[in-house]
């Protein structure tokens, strides 16, 4: 019996300590685990916001989508014929009076050919050809705007029937053309110093702005110079100022549109910049209130 519990007590102990050792390393497993979940789960609480907050960051940090303006190179240019700040820019305005005529499409097909945006001083002309002509002036980029619908003189001792007079061209603009606002661009005929007071402060008061010219073709009379005249005319009063508003009957005078390529050339090979008017450009004017 001694030799029977000598052999007992050792393998009880072996079992015993076995047992112990077996639950103590359970209960460092799950006390591990714990702790590790634990901080799984304290750390997860920690960079839950840092991701929402660097969500927003990150788009607010992203450029804008870009506007007209950064898009367009001449955008300082034109600000600054809105501001009047036109020192030392080289700003060419092609303008063209009294059409449209049978001719008009041959000077358009001229300034597409050189990717030109220039501005037409309409009259009201009634036909098939000249609504076209109107259609095109917009469709194409150019500035319709008006110059009376009679380019009659008379009417300036009338003020009312001379706005009349104007507003009758401007809503067959809109007829015409499908627009739903004319660019409100004006030139008297014959310009601004054989208007009147009345008929220029009341242009202003109804929302126009009006342009004269200081560069002239010299084709208003009736047998004009040879084109290479003209484009020297031109060429030569464009290189004395820095906005240059240019008086042509381009529409009417062959001579003048055969002048318009050698014009656009040599001036855009100096520098120049042609544009169309806009109703908030500063420009030259023969008379001022």
Known sequence: MSLTLLVMIPLSLFFLTSKIATAFHSHKQVAQTSETVN??????AKSEPAKVNNYP????KTDPPASDTDDDPLADIKSRLRSGDTAGIKVVFLTFDDGPSANTGALLDILYDYDV?????????????AAAMYRRIIDEGHTLANHTSSHDYSLYDNPEAFFADVDALDQFHKTIT????????FRFPGGSTNSSEACVEGIVSRGWNYSDWNVSSGDGCAEP???DVIAQTIIEGCRKYDVSVVLSHAELKESSRK????????????????LPMEKDYHYP???EL
Not at 117 to 129: G, I, P, S, V, Y
């Open 285 to 287: 004017r023969h008379f």
């Open 259 to 274: 002048a318009m390529p050698i014009v656009i050339e040599t001036l855009q090979a100096e520098g120049y910049v042609f």
């Open 117 to 129: 945006k220039a501005t037409f001083f309409t009259t009201l002309h009634d036909n098939e050809n």
């Open 57 to 60: 960051s990150a788009i607010t």
């Open 178 to 185: 499908g627009q739903t606002e004319t660019s409100h661009v």
């Open 39 to 44: 901080s799984s789960q304290a750390n997860g």
């Open 225 to 227: 110079p040879p084109a």
